[in-house]
């Protein structure tokens, strides 16, 4: 039907174009001269090819139903088009005086040489449009199963008392870039109480980071995860909110039977042997710490401890940091951490995140690996305050 539609069209402006013509040669009439007379039947011979033409194309879209083709209509309408140009070109020369005539007295104007119409074909083939490049060879994708430990800090809806272990599960994939959550559950007391795979009737936000650092033992790889799944829905799927970093999550759902778990989970999963998901995992820089300095109401002292890991991230110039003394996260908890940073090689020598918490979620930062230092700055309500931090020994921290 659409075909036989555009065909129509067609038709119909051919029919426009001989009605300009016949006004045309009615003009021609009350004008008479032999330029005129061949103008407009050089007119004549590009509305005959014209027709022709689009005969030729009605046979083929005729010839063609049942099957895709593309539209052919466009390029029909833009050589009518040019062709109804000429006719109204034409049209103005018939009534406005010839050049070199006065008083309108015919005088004698060039005929113009006629312009072929060809039939739209296909480019040949070295004028053809490049083709689509053939996409490269897909990375084949690392998988891992990590566990974080987990405990019900409050729950309503369930009988679930306070402290009972809960664990959550998570299938990790990873073509070397970033790491993706295809599959996750959490279980307390024995039974899930949230699984992407239940059936969904809703609505679902789904977003997941995750973050990878090399165990203590050589072949292993510890994981810092952060999960998201919300949205009004009926189904089965409950939804949930997970935040190692904050070492904080949720499950709850509003449909019957509603219920609502609260947990505390660990920063990072056990240690999981294999090899690692993610290519910037090998680049990491992972130090450990001792506080050297601290000036108002700083979190931590001097003397305190601390462990630090930078990991480059796929786009360039930015790297994940993590600065934790006495179990405090002193950067890296508030954001996710990233800041600009400088990568030599495989190795991280600079980061520097300028912004406070008030403007960037975070304390600001500066690391210098060749001095080993680093210092910590942050403005709150109680005052500003600053913490310098120098880093053990590459040998002893087994780097």
Do not use: F
């Amino acid at each position: 039907m659409r075909y036989r539609d555009e065909r129509d069209a067609l038709r119909g402006r051919v029919d426009s174009l001989q009605e300009q013509l016949a006004a045309a040669r009615k003009e021609l009439e009350d004008h008479r001269d032999d330029d005129r007379a061949a103008r407009v039947e050089q007119l004549e011979r590009q509305m005959e090819d014209a027709r022709r033409v689009l005969d030729q194309l009605g046979r083929e879209l005729d010839a063609a139903r049942g099957r895709p083709r593309r539209s052919l209509a466009a390029p029909i309408l833009a050589l009518l088009a040019g062709l109804g140009i000429c006719a109204m070109v034409a049209g103005h020369a018939l009534r406005a005086p010839a050049p070199g005539t006065t008083g309108g007295v015919p005088g004698p104007v060039p005929a113009l040489p006629p312009k072929p119409v060809r039939a739209p074909s296909a480019l040949a083939p070295e004028h053809a449009p490049p083709g689509p490049s053939a996409p490269g060879p897909e990375k084949p994708l690392r998988r891992a199963t990590a566990t974080w430990n987990a405990g019900v800090a409050r729950a309503t809806g369930l009988p679930l008392a306070a402290g009972a272990p809960c664990t959550v599960e998570a299938e990790l994939t990873s073509s070397g870039d970033d790491i993706r959550v295809p599959s996750l559950q959490v279980v307390c007391g024995g039974e899930p109480i949230y699984r992407s795979s239940d059936p969904l009737d809703g609505m679902s936000t789904l977003s997941s980071g995750v973050e990878e650092d090399s165990g203590a033992e050589p072949g292993t790889h510890v994981y810092v995860l952060s999960y998201q799944d919300k949205g009004s829905r009926a189904g089965e799927r409950a939804e949930v909110s997970l935040d190692s970093v904050r070492r904080a999550g949720a499950v709850w759902r509003d449909a019957a039977p509603a219920y609502r778990v609260e947990l505390t989970l660990a920063y990072q999963s056990p240690p999981v042997a294999g090899e690692p998901l993610l290519d910037a995992t090998r680049r990491a820089l992972r130090r450990s710490a001792r506080v050297t300095e601290s000036t108002g109401p700083s979190p931590v002292k001097a003397g305190a401890r601390c462990a630090l890991h930078v990991a480059p991230l796929p786009r360039g110039g930015k790297c994940r940091t993590r600065l934790a003394c006495s179990g405090r996260m002193l950067y890296g908890a508030g954001t996710t951490g990233v800041s600009e940073c400088t990568v030599e090689g495989d190795h991280v020598v600079r980061v520097h995140d300028g912004n406070t918490t008030q403007d960037g979620g975070d304390p600001a930062l500066d690391l210098d690996l060749a001095t080993g230092r680093v210092t910590v700055r942050d403005d709150e309500e109680r005052g500003a305050w600053t913490v310098g931090v120098q880093l053990d020994p590459a040998a002893a921290a087994g780097q």
